[in-house]
């Protein structure tokens, strides 16, 4: 399966500004997904990032607040922008793993976690 | 609204012991189920999946599902401390909708 390298691990920032995370994967992808893990909760999907398209963000998030940048095939970025103390969460990119039609799951970066304070 | 549903927990069983894990999911048309194992400060990793009706076996560890239900689980025998985790239940729709629905995890202790 696809190996994610997602960074940074973690970081600490100020409220208003705006922090990049960054993912590479080992092959090329079609679509690559950004997730956030609140404290003490489930995964809740952020966006999908297509290459060449914009991003389809779910309901809740939105393209100022979380700009999403998919150059090519094995790399995109997330940036959560003005940042607010409750932003304060795990983002995670993963990636499907597929044979053919059939699905066999999501890989999952290392993650990303971020305090704002 | 696709929802999946999990007992938070946490679920306590000693070594040894046979854990069983629940989770059911509102999606009739949801295809592919998953089950991920998620230590405390890592990502998810996934170790089980399953298709169809039935129990699928790897390992220690048996997946269940029933689509008449509505219903997944997933069976760890033989459990150790190491298994002490949070695990979470995924349902997949496929049909042009690529994303995973999550449950929000059952938190599972081992006690040795």
């Known amino acids: 399966s696809a190996v994610i390298s997602q960074k940074p691990s973690r970081d600490i920032c100020q409220r208003g500004t705006s922090l990049t995370i960054q993912c590479q994967v080992d092959s090329q992808v079609t679509m690559m997904f950004w997730y956030r893990q609140q404290p003490g909760q489930s995964l809740t999907l952020i966006a999908t990032?297509?290459?060449?398209?914009?991003?389809?963000?779910e309901s809740g998030f939105v393209i100022d607040k979380f700009p999403i940048s998919r150059p090519n095939l094995t790399f995109s970025t997330l940036t959560v922008s003005n940042m607010s103390p409750e932003d304060s969460s795990i983002y995670l990119c993963?990636?499907?793993?597929?044979?053919?039609?059939?699905?066999?799951?999501?890989?999952f970066g290392s993650g990303t976690r971020l305090t704002v304070v | 609204q696709k929802e999946v549903e999990q007992n938070s927990g946490p679920l306590s069983v000693p070594e040894g012991a046979i854990a069983s894990l629940n989770c059911t999911y509102s999606d009739r048309g949801s295809q592919s189920f998953f089950w991920y194992r998620q230590y405390s400060g890592k990502s998810p990793e996934l170790i089980m999946s399953?298709?169809?009706?039935g129990d699928k076996e790897d390992g220690r560890f048996t997946a269940q599902l029933n689509k008449a239900s509505q219903y997944v689980s997933l069976l760890i025998r033989d459990s150790q401390p190491s298994d002490s985790a949070t695990y979470l239940c995924a349902a997949y729709s496929g049909a042009g909708s690529y994303q995973l629905t999550f449950g929000k995890g059952t938190k599972l202790s081992v006690i040795p």
């Open positions: 990032a297509n290459q060449g398209s914009e991003a389809t963000y």
């Open positions: 399953i298709y169809s009706n």
């Open positions: 993963s990636v499907e793993v597929r044979a053919g039609v059939v699905s066999h799951g999501y890989t």
